[in-house]
């Protein structure tokens, strides 16, 4: 199938454990995405201490600006990819999604917080300890403050 543009531009980050250590794991994960191509070699691999097992932090992946449905199947590729390298997340890393809204009318910039703000706890269903979590707090936390600008 044809790649088909996406209404706005994302980027994703992909945050996980590390395996032996984060510049080991790094330079693994760069070989593989270098081999493998097809989309990979555009993401940028990073070090994140907000994750990973023991001193040397968790790795972070950068997608490049994605545009079309093909570049958001690099997402899947890139976590099949992960997988089958041996990383996995957990309660101090993830995926998260950077949504573009420069072209939203400020109507439809509210709309989007409220639509987040009505479903996030079946957002949180996928890993209720997510909801726990430091670095990801429920909008609703901010409901007032959100609302009483709208």
Not at 97 to 117: M, N, S
């Amino acid at each position: 199938m044809p790649a088909q543009p996406l209404p706005t531009t994302i980027g994703v980050e992909l945050e996980v454990n590390n395996i032996a250590n984060a510049e080991n794991d790094k330079a693994k994960i760069r070989a593989r995405f270098t081999r493998d191509a097809g989309g990979l070699e555009r993401w940028v691999v990073k070090g994140d201490g907000s994750c990973g097992n023991g001193s040397s932090g968790g790795v972070e992946l950068n997608s490049p600006i994605m545009a079309t449905t093909e570049d958001l199947r690099t997402v899947i590729k890139v976590c099949t990819t992960m997988r089958r390298l041996g990383f996995k997340v957990n309660g101090r890393c993830g995926l998260h999604v950077h949504v573009d809204v420069r072209q939203l009318t400020d109507d439809q910039r509210k709309r989007f917080i409220r639509f987040f703000a009505e479903w996030e706890n079946a957002f949180f269903l996928l890993d209720p300890e997510r909801k726990r979590s430091t670095y990801c707090k429920p909008i609703t936390a901010l409901r007032g403050e959100l609302y009483s600008n709208t």
